[in-house]
């Protein structure tokens, strides 16, 4: 029997004692390797953890006078770049602006406008005869331009504006309180019955972080005294006596209540021109209507049909908080404002804009739809919204024609008459600017904006029938 053992002094191939080798040198290899990026994973938790821990670093120390959001901006770079992107001008189908080349004058430097609303729609002249809008409406750039677009619109040289506007228009909290001499309501009240110029020398930037952020703690807080004293009248209305803001809020409530100290509507109260929010019977456009009609108050007599007409303010908040989205708690800033995560922060985008600019963040959070499925439920809700905005445009631009037409004729005999059509009138375009001056083309509510223009056409017919009926 032949058992062929080798001896043990034969030689181990050469072939063989290098693929060992090789297979060594590649198992210490990976142990490497993977040490290495085991070891930078538990590093980048690390340092993730410490950024989580750490949202930023205080670079500079602000107060509550710190107005410039430059120095904001080094505590808090990521939103500070998003905050400067509001300068960006992108149209959506049925919002934001175009970038207009201008030949700068000096009575207005700039060199870049938005497009005109009156171009697009010579009918806005016809129904805003006689007022200042009727001159100069563009469409609405981003917040970076708010004040600026306020202080040079043709609309300052047909009418001296108060200085109420800068409300809306700039950062005037630390302005208030310096007027006030520390007292916000005092120098509310001080720059409301100012001329406009007079008051802008008063401010600097247009809104900025004071105006949303307690300085100390970043906590989101109401700095309008208008919308401070208008949800305030508005929940008295609701049973809810001594109601503060800034105290009985929620917080998800105040990412929509900061938004709402500017996009809604309002009116100039008396000599004094102090500003108030119609809401002391609730927020519905029929509820602002028989307040401004308890009050007498009226904007301006319209130039055609002599009527007593109102001139609807952006009432972006009081048209969502009748649609779908205000009804399942969800705010302004969930849209307009998502939240995005830079490194392992996640913080409020503030490059504020359109949501189908930004359907990722603002909209697949929830809506677990594609993009194009999503933008295309938003425009055929928008595209039904403008059909029927086309009809009562008409509708209230034909009443105007037949009173114009009726008072040349001297139905002022008929006073009556003239009268139930001059008041079929203030309804019907106020029904209709409540959704034109509103900038969702009826998204935030689309069966309330629908409603409104029925209306709308329903007052425009009333109106024409009590003018065929008084001759």
Not at 63 to 85: A, H, I, M, S
Not at 151 to 164: H, K, L, M, Y
Not at 200 to 208: A, G, L
Request: charged share 25%.
């Amino acid at each position: 029997m032949n058992n062929a053992t080798p001896a043990p002094d034969t030689p181990i191939p050469e072939s063989v004692r290098a693929r060992a080798f090789r297979v060594a040198l590649l198992t210490i290899g990976v142990a490497v390797g993977v040490s290495v990026l085991g070891f930078a994973f538990l590093v980048t938790i690390i340092e993730r953890k410490q950024e989580a821990k750490n949202p930023f670093f205080r670079v500079v120390e602000l107060d509550d006078r710190t107005e410039d959001p430059v120095l904001w901006g080094k505590n808090f770079p990521f939103q500070y770049d998003e905050y400067r992107r509001t300068v960006d001008q992108v149209r959506t189908k049925y919002g934001g602006s175009e970038a207009l080349p201008r030949t700068p004058s000096e009575a207005d430097p700039r060199s870049i406008v938005a497009q005109s609303k009156l171009e697009e729609d010579p009918r806005l002249k016809v129904l805003w005869a006689g007022y200042a809008f009727a001159v100069d409406t563009r469409e609405d750039r981003g917040h970076a331009y708010m004040l600026e677009d306020q202080t040079f619109t043709a609309r300052q040289r047909v009418v001296q504006q108060p200085g109420t506007c800068m409300h809306c228009h700039a950062s005037v909290y630390v302005p208030y309180l310096k007027l006030g001499e520390g007292d916000l309501f005092k120098g509310f009240e001080k720059m409301n019955a100012m001329p406009w110029a007079e008051a802008r020398q008063h401010v600097r930037h247009p809104v900025t972080c004071i105006d949303c952020h307690d300085s100390q703690t970043l906590a989101l807080r109401i700095t309008r005294p208008g919308f401070i004293e208008g949800i305030a009248a508005l929940k008295a209305a609701q049973g809810v006596k001594g109601y503060d803001v800034n105290r009985d809020a929620t917080r998800q409530e105040m990412r929509s209540f900061v938004c709402a100290q500017c996009h809604v509507e309002y009116y100039f109260q008396g000599p004094e021109k102090r500003l108030v929010y119609p809401w002391a019977k609730g927020l519905k456009a029929e509820e602002q209507l028989a307040y401004y009609d308890a009050v007498g108050h009226r904007d301006w007599v319209h130039a055609e049909s002599g009527a007593p007409v109102l001139k609807a303010q952006h009432p972006e908040f009081e048209l969502w908080n009748q649609g779908i989205h205000a009804r399942s708690g969800v705010a302004c800033a969930d849209c307009h404002m998502p939240f995005k995560r830079v490194g392992a922060t996640k913080i409020t985008d503030h490059h504020v804009r359109s949501p189908m600019l930004n359907v990722a963040h603002a909209c697949q959070t929830c809506h677990k739809w594609p993009e194009a499925e999503l933008k295309a439920r938003v425009e055929t809700i928008q595209d039904r919204t403008f059909q029927m905005r086309n009809a009562a445009m008409d509708a209230v631009v034909e009443l105007i024609a037949d009173l114009k037409a009726a008072r040349a004729a001297g139905m002022a005999t008929h006073a009556t008459a003239l009268l139930r059509a001059q008041e079929h009138h203030r309804r019907a375009q106020w029904f209709l600017d409540f959704v034109e001056a509103e900038n969702s083309m009826g998204f935030h509510a689309p069966q309330e904006a629908a409603r409104l223009l029925s209306e709308a056409i329903n007052e425009a017919r009333k109106g024409q029938v009590a003018i065929r009926d008084g001759r």
